[in-house]
């Protein structure tokens, strides 16, 4: 009884580790910004802001690489957290910033914008 209990307690504590695995490869694409979650006038807002310009996110290796109109415009480091439900991005100036992501999967990653992958 307590040796199925600890086998049962130590897969729980995997779970997440292999949850956050799963994202950390998920996400490791180039995503390009669609939409975003909100009322009518954020969405709204949001096309305005698009319309002008392309924005992307790629990450790879530990880098995220920010892209408007397919033209590199910044860079951060970044770290997927332990739960796979959050990322820390750490500029060079020592800024840090986290995303909450509300869901990922293959095609759509949504963290307040909702991503698709960019098919370059």
């Known amino acids: 009884m307590i040796r199925s209990l600890l086998l049962f307690s130590f897969i729980l504590l995997l779970l997440p580790a292999a949850y956050a695995q799963g994202n ?3 996400i490791q694409k180039r995503w390009v910004a669609v ?14 802001r698009f319309a002008r310009q392309k924005s992307e996110i790629e990450f790879k290796k530990g880098t ?3 892209y408007k109109d397919g033209v590199l415009d ?3 480091k970044y770290t997927m957290a332990p739960d796979g439900k ?4 750490s500029e060079a100036n020592g800024v840090q ?11 759509t990653l949504k963290e307040g914008g909702i991503f698709v992958p960019a098919w370059i």
């Open 24 to 26: 950390a490869a998920a």
């Open 35 to 48: 939409d975003v979650e909100g009322d009518a006038a954020k969405k709204k807002n949001y096309a305005e």
């Open 64 to 66: 995220v690489y920010f």
């Open 74 to 76: 910044g860079t951060a």
């Open 86 to 89: 959050s990322i820390l991005l």
């Open 97 to 107: 910033v986290s995303m909450k992501i509300a869901s990922l999967s293959a095609s």
